[in-house]
DNA sequence: TCTTTCAGCTAACACTTGTTTGTCAAAGAT
DNA sequence: ATCTTTGACAAACAAGTGTTAGCTGAAAGA
């Protein structure tokens, strides 16, 4: 069953309207202060058209983050079982990498999902939450298998991922304020803390303290 | 010399239109959702009056701001030469302990800051930019301190103190959407991740590498 | 070919917004 | 007691908002 020219015209003017947003957020401007007939302007579109597409304005929000969650999820995927035999130290390397090649692309998108994290919107809110959960903890089994490939005891993985993601999230906010190639520093200081991080855990599964 | 009776009112009401606005945000809403005129409604006052107290909106929200990079430097001041004494582990559940503390109080102030250091506008991201880093800077002045106290080698306090400030953030942020009985096992974990953290560079600073 | 569907349009409604202008009464100064 | 200052006010302005109702023309289905 083929796509008709309706839905195809459909979906396109659909992505413009959200192109159009995105357009619009690019200047650092909040989700919240976007007016509909401005999106609607944006996209070269009558704002009553905009109705054909969304419910209302908090299904336009919606899409939109689902689309950023989906971009950021895309990004951060990888070939576990590579991660794995790579070793921790190149595998921090590798993650980090991954993130400030997103965040590069995707600046917006970022900002977005941060700013709306802590959003009015419950609806919003909790799309966030849950994709960002998804990360920790595919992040931290990650490190339970690479830990068990090489025979180690077992550390705290599903702590040491959360941590690694704020990490990571902190630099990346960071980050949105400098410029590209002052990126390159903070993503080192970001590799550096997530080793000591690594590092910390490995000795706390030995029995180490404070 | 003494406040007149004109000073003494100016001071309250604009602390009162202050208040509004908190009141407002209390729900969860941005700051960037705030109009002039629902703010003075909640205040009792006429829309023009505002322009008696700030120049602008824009104003207003910098007073916002102001005030709550105080109070969250307020509650994160503790005596520094007992924090060193203590040793690590203790150390670390104090600084979680208190920023717990402020969570429970202020949790709308947090979020305002974490909003706004994303937000659209340069001069609310700077300032809270520049109240973290100093925040950063304190902590690692102590960690470095500390150390020393141990006669311990030095370690890369400057990165140990800016990830423990991205856990604990992050740790906030997630406490945010929790009740307040189950932000302590939120804190819990953030004790352990600083711990782990604190290890990690302290192994580093042994030579130790992953 | 005829009919139905529907994306996009204009017009309108009932607001809300930030800001300016000018008035007024109370406080401070002389 | 008189004059100046000033915080609070109502009215008005131009522009914006989300949303509904009704029309038009082209594509889809019969």
């Known amino acids: 069953m083929a796509e008709t020219t309706r839905q195809r015209q459909k979906r396109q003017t659909r992505e413009r309207i959200l192109e159009a947003a995105r357009t619009l957020m690019a200047g650092g401007r909040g989700l919240d202060s976007l007016g509909l007939r401005e999106v609607a302007r944006e996209s070269g579109l009558a704002a009553t058209s905009l109705y054909n ?12 983050i689902d689309s950023c969650c989906f971009r950021l999820r895309s990004a951060m995927e990888y070939e576990r079982r590579s991660m794995i035999e790579i070793g921790p130290a ?19 998108d970022f900002r ?10 419950d609806r919003y809110r909790m ?11 595919e992040l931290a089994e990650d490190v339970r ?3 068990a490939a090489q025979g180690r005891e077992p550390v705290p ?18 980050m949105l304020d400098n410029t590209v ?17 690594a590092l910390g855990g490995r000795m ?7």
């Open 53 to 64: 597409h969304f419910p209302d304005m908090d299904a336009l929000g919606l899409a939109l």
């Open 90 to 108: 190149r595998a921090v390397k590798e993650l980090v990498g991954r993130f400030v090649r997103y965040l590069n692309d995707y600046e917006n």
């Open 112 to 121: 977005l999902l941060v700013q709306q994290r802590l959003g009015s919107h």
């Open 127 to 137: 799309r966030i939450q849950r994709e960002l959960q998804l990360l920790v903890d």
């Open 145 to 147: 298998q690479a830990v």
């Open 157 to 174: 993985a599903e702590q040491e991922a959360e941590a690694a993601i704020a990490i990571m999230f902190g630099a990346g906010i960071s």
């Open 181 to 197: 190639t002052a990126r390159r520093v903070l993503a080192d200081h970001a590799c550096l803390q997530l080793e000591m991080m």
């Open 204 to 210: 706390m599964a030995q029995g180490t303290r404070l």
